[in-house]
């Protein structure tokens, strides 16, 4: 399993909230609007990514998704207020 960031810029709604519950439906955790982050197999990454090309089609847009080693994924700085 390898962190993974995905992020997208939709201009299609409905695309969008497909492509998100798509990313929810992998066990990914919303951290914005269009960005999501979870602990992913690249087997999960690569059918993930067929399911999102599936949605998008034709659509304008662009996804990309960033396998984060482990070491980097622990050096991540955050700041978060609730």
């Not at 695309?15 to 602990?39: E, N, V």
């Not at 999102?52 to 304008?60: T, V």
Request: glycine fraction near 6%; charged fraction near 25%.
């Amino acid at each position: 399993m390898v962190q993974t960031l995905i992020v997208y810029d939709i201009v299609s709604d409905k695309a969008r909230t497909k492509i998100a519950d798509a990313c929810l439906d992998y066990g990914l955790d919303r951290i914005q609007f269009s960005a999501f982050t979870g602990s992913l197999s690249r087997n999960h990454q690569q059918e993930l990514m067929l399911r999102i090309h599936a949605i998008l089609g034709d659509g304008a847009g662009k996804i990309t998704l960033v396998p984060i080693c482990d070491k980097d994924w622990h050096d991540k700085l955050e700041i978060e207020h609730d």
